[in-house]
């Protein structure tokens, strides 16, 4: 490999030398890196104006470059906010301004607007609807109810059902969205010699048992206590929440996990009975938006199939 | 000095090569130390309850931090999804902080309340059973072993010389009527610790084993404490963009 040489045609060293004979060459730095060292300098001096940068005392500076952004005033009119560049308030102004965010908030603007009844007759603003609910679902609701909103049995209700606890209209799933559920069933106190024929009674009402003669009516004298929530028939009652124990859906007793035994039924429903039930859902109202919770309400109920 | 003399010196070149590297550490991190604007005022946050505490020693302990981070960084993705962006303020009496580096699962900054107690704890015991494509390994041990909180007072000493404020002065116990409320500041005593424990894990059914405390107590406590301290209800939008 050649080495440059100087005027006097001896190639530069360090003037070190180890061990009698090993010197060190001292040639210039290739010109392109020596630019893009300069220019890296230049770069940081430029960065350190505009943007913040040097810390003194108990501040920094904080660069000449701004983000605009409005606030609500005291009046409840726009303000606008000039603060040196920083993360926070470009994210500020990002959720305010960025394209994206603005083309949500327009179409967000218009779910706020309209009556549940009007989204259901536009279908670009029900796509919209459904697609921001179909996002919130899987973030805040999947957790539980599952990815398809098909719950787990015994812990978590089946939203894809078309059978509801409390009803549902709109007004009902977004006061259930917001303030949350407290889903109980006390714990039942019946006597030994009672409690098969109640089961049975239970079961038949959904055509899962037959049931006759004297056990009928013991059954049927023992569902009496069941019959304030559940009513009479047992058809349920919407506003406690009561389900209908008519309709062959379970949400609590894995009836149809016992595929047809009826023993196995029995045990189920018995053991709902002799324990209640405490199921607890959280209230998002002060985690979601009040058009964020009306988006998620259509996503719900269309699961249901309405 | 000559440069041959630092050349030939071992010594002298370790010590003078530490000088100049650790000036980028420095100016980066002894500012932090000085600027005021660096934990945010805000109301709300406080020091952890003695079962929040032990629940935070097993969510160190089991490494959620390793796929878990508790920061939510200030862009529009993460607000949507996860809510206000994370404060220094909220991690100031954590020690160590448990920001995290990697989101293999979600971030946890705001998890508290976001699920129901029963939920937590059939999720920690069998995450399967709930999330079927979740790939988070079960911890099942944790409803089965009692919660070791014999040291919970040396705990919150030890936290307490690295600047939690936990009381034992009734100075000290005074300062926290002041910052949190006489409530909070029972709880915050040290002397208290066992007692308050004990009623925390016994005032909420937690796990779904009430009368025994379980490590799941302590841990679902935590998390359904997490991100819920501060009301940004109270504070208008960009009022935190004064604090950078």
């Given at each position: 490999m050649s080495q440059p040489e100087n005027k006097q045609g001896q190639v530069e060293t360090t003037g070190h030398v180890w061990d009698g004979d090993l010197r060190e060459y001292n040639n210039p730095l290739p010109r392109w890196w020596l630019w893009a060292f300069y220019i890296t300098i230049i770069f940081s001096v430029i960065y350190w104006i505009l943007y913040p940068a040097w810390p003194y005392?108990?501040?920094?500076?904080?660069?000449?470059s701004t983000v605009e952004y409005t606030v609500e005033g005291e009046n409840g009119e726009e303000k606008t906010v000039t603060e040196h560049w920083n993360t926070r308030a470009l994210f500020t102004k990002n959720m305010q301004s960025s394209p994206s965010a603005l083309a949500q908030q327009e179409w967000v603007n218009k779910v706020k607007d309209m009556s549940f009844e009007e989204i259901e007759q536009d279908p670009d603003t029900l796509q919209f609807a459904m697609s921001v609910g179909h996002g919130t679902f899987g973030d805040y609701?999947?957790?539980?109810?599952g990815a398809g909103g098909q719950g787990k049995i015994g812990l978590f209700p089946n939203l894809?059902?078309?059978?509801w606890l409390y009803g549902n209209s709109y007004e009902t799933i977004v006061s259930k969205i917001a303030g949350g559920i407290n889903g109980m069933m006390p714990a039942q106190n019946v006597a030994e010699d009672k409690i098969d024929d109640l089961a049975k009674y239970v079961l038949s009402l959904s055509g899962n048992a037959e049931i006759s003669g004297e056990a009928a009516s013991r059954g049927k004298q023992a569902f009496a206590s069941c019959?304030?929530?559940?009513g009479q028939n047992g058809k349920g009652n919407e506003a406690m929440g009561?389900?209908?124990?008519?309709?062959?859906?379970?949400?609590?007793?894995?009836?149809?996990?016992?595929?047809?035994d009826t023993a196995c039924q029995m045990e189920e429903i018995k053991h709902v009975v002799n324990n209640g039930i405490q199921r607890q859902m959280p209230g998002f109202g002060d985690r979601l938006t009040d058009t964020q919770i009306r988006m998620l309400a259509i996503y719900v109920r269309q699961l249901g199939g309405n | 000095m000559k440069h041959e003399s630092i050349e030939i010196n071992s010594g002298l070149l370790i010590v003078l090569t530490l000088m100049v590297i650790s000036i980028g550490g420095l100016v980066e991190i002894v500012p932090l130390f000085h600027?005021?604007?660096?934990v945010e005022e805000v109301d709300g946050v406080r020091p952890y309850t003695p079962l929040e505490l032990r629940g935070r020693d097993i969510y160190v302990r089991e490494g959620c931090y390793t796929c878990h981070s508790q920061m939510i960084r200030p862009f529009r993705d993460e607000m949507l999804r996860y809510g206000h962006y994370s404060l220094a303020a909220e991690s100031?009496?954590?020690?160590?902080?448990?920001?995290?580096?990697?989101?293999?699962?979600?971030?946890?900054?705001?998890?508290?309340?976001?699920?129901?107690n029963e939920w937590q704890t059939q999720h920690l015991v069998d995450p399967q059973s709930l999330?079927?494509?979740?790939?988070m390994p079960g911890y099942p041990w944790l409803l089965e072993d009692e919660l070791d909180y014999s040291q919970i007072e040396e705990r919150m000493v030890a936290l307490k010389r690295v600047?939690?404020?936990?009381?034992?002065s009734q100075a000290e116990y005074d300062a926290n009527v002041e910052k949190f409320g006489q409530e909070m500041a029972d709880k915050l005593h040290v002397s208290n610790a066992t007692q308050v424990l004990e009623d925390q894990a016994a005032a909420e059914?937690?796990?779904?084993?009430?009368?025994q405390i379980t490590e799941m107590d302590a841990l679902v406590a935590y998390l359904q404490m997490?991100?819920?301290?501060?009301?940004?209800?109270?504070y208008e939008d960009g009022h935190f963009n004064q604090f950078r």
């Open positions: 005392g108990d501040t920094y500076t904080k660069g000449i609701c999947a957790a539980c109810h894809a059902d078309n059978a019959a304030g929530c559940h009561a389900p209908n124990l008519t309709d062959a859906i379970w949400d609590v007793a894995d009836v149809p996990g016992c595929k047809g | 600027i005021e604007e660096t100031q009496y954590d020690h160590p902080f448990q920001w995290g580096s990697k989101r293999t699962g979600p971030d946890l900054a705001r998890v508290g309340g976001k699920y129901s999330v079927p494509e979740s790939i600047g939690v404020p936990y009381s034992q059914d937690w796990d779904g084993k009430p009368g997490l991100g819920t301290m501060v009301d940004f209800s109270k």
